[in-house]
């Protein structure tokens, strides 16, 4: 009796056992938008492949199947890693300022150059850097006036020192002069001029950075619960407002840092409608999807206030050519957001095929690589307003 009883058990408890691992299989498949929580449902138009209401252990691990959250991840991860790599560069080159453009021009120069003729051929030409410094210290007290005279002055010697023979050749030695020239200054520069602040320029790459990895987190996490879908939410609405009144610091800062009262101006105002639109995404009916298109157009709002301080600054700086390129590349990033957005808003592709763009190639993943290709032309913006005021200053 006792040995019956025995296997009984065991056939029971293996009976069990092979009944919960069934049962943990199907509780962690991935479920069709009809069976979602009415919290999950966003996007009618992405028909399957949903995690929903996992524990917090497989919503984890989750970042490394396949599901439709698996590239709204990962675009925005990868995009926070580069954009941290690109601040540990930056910081590094601190106060040296760097025209990325011109490093593509050194394995050109450093095949063309006799290195020790041009070595000594500056040595010769250029005067000790350091006896410079002193007689422009000496002349000029007022350490405030120095940046924009060592600034012609390094380009005076520079262009009458450096050899001839690189001026007098074809187009390519005229791209390789550039290039040298470029170098030497880089090198030169910081020697004599006191670099700017580099605060608003971080403080854009910590709002880009907070927002792409708050807005990986939530892709991640909100399909756990209810709750922890709310708090998520609220997170990476606030990451997209940090990310755009961050931006708005390098622009204003340097565009107007010779007037306090329009740099404070512009600066107050988009930090309180970025603080606003924090609070106002607070509101539980915000994350509704009928209030989708007023999410995006708020957001949106936000970037276009823009619009007067760059035009402001193109009006009082017409005519140097580094305002010119900096609106450039501003206009570029206002239309990259400005499409994302649309994109967002829109649905687009899936409404048109439902269900066919479920894994990927959705409105929201395309948003995503939209949004870091506008915040990486942002950064190559914020690398010219750091060059451009540490040879020029005020």
């Known amino acids: ?31 069709e938008y009809h069976s979602l929580p009415g919290y999950l449902r966003d996007n009618e138009y992405i028909v399957g492949h949903y995690r929903s209401e996992w524990p917090l252990k497989q919503t984890l691990l989750s970042i490394f199947t396949i599901h439709n959250e698996t590239l709204n991840v990962w675009t925005h991860l990868i995009g ?21 453009h011109s490093l593509q021009h050194i394995p050109d120069v450093l095949r063309r150059a006799d290195l020790h003729k041009l070595h000594s051929e500056l040595m010769t030409c250029l005067p000790d850097l ?30 009458n020192c450096l050899p001839e023979r690189f001026s007098t050749g074809n187009h390519t030695d005229v791209c390789v002069l550039r290039s040298v020239k470029e170098d030497v200054e880089n ?42 879908s709310y708090i998520m939410l609220r997170l990476d609405y606030a990451g997209i407002a940090a990310l755009i009144s961050t931006s708005f610091y390098p622009p204003v800062y340097y565009s107007f840092m010779c007037d306090p009262f329009f740099c404070n101006l512009y600066l107050g105002f988009i930090t309180i409608l970025g603080i606003a639109t924090v609070l106002f995404s607070l509101l539980p009916v915000f994350q509704n999807p009928e209030f989708r298109t007023i999410r995006a157009s708020l957001f949106f709002g936000m970037g276009l206030s823009g619009v007067a301080p760059i035009l402001h600054k ?21 239309l990259l957001y400005g499409m994302g957005a649309l994109v967002y808003a829109t649905r687009i592709p899936e409404r048109w095929m439902p269900g066919k763009f479920d894994i ?15 915040a990486y032309t942002h950064y190559r913006a914020g690398l010219v307003y750091l060059k451009w005021r540490d040879l020029n200053g005020c």
């Open 360 to 374: 990927a190639g959705h409105s929201h993943q395309l948003f995503h690589i939209l949004v870091v290709a506008g």
């Open 1 to 31: 009796m006792a040995a019956e009883t025995m296997e009984k058990c065991k056939v029971s408890c293996s009976k069990d056992g092979k009944g919960r691992r069934l049962w943990k299989k199907v509780k962690y498949q991935l479920v």
């Open 314 to 334: 193109l009006i009082l700086f017409w005519n140097q050519p580094e305002a010119l390129h900096t609106t450039g590349y501003e206009v570029l990033m206002g």
């Open 80 to 100: 926070f890693f580069i954009f941290l790599s690109l601040t540990i560069y930056t910081a590094m080159k601190v106060p040296k300022v760097v025209d990325l």
């Open 130 to 159: 350091h006896k410079l410094r002193e007689e422009l210290i000496t002349t000029f007290p007022s350490m405030d006036l120095l940046p924009s005279i060592a600034g012609w002055h390094v380009m005076d010697l520079l262009y």
């Open 187 to 228: 090198i030169i520069a910081p020697l004599m001029v006191r670099p700017i602040t580099r605060w608003p320029f971080f403080a854009f790459m910590g709002g880009a950075m907070f927002c792409l990895l708050a807005s990986s987190t939530c892709h991640l996490l909100s399909c756990h619960s209810q709750r922890l």
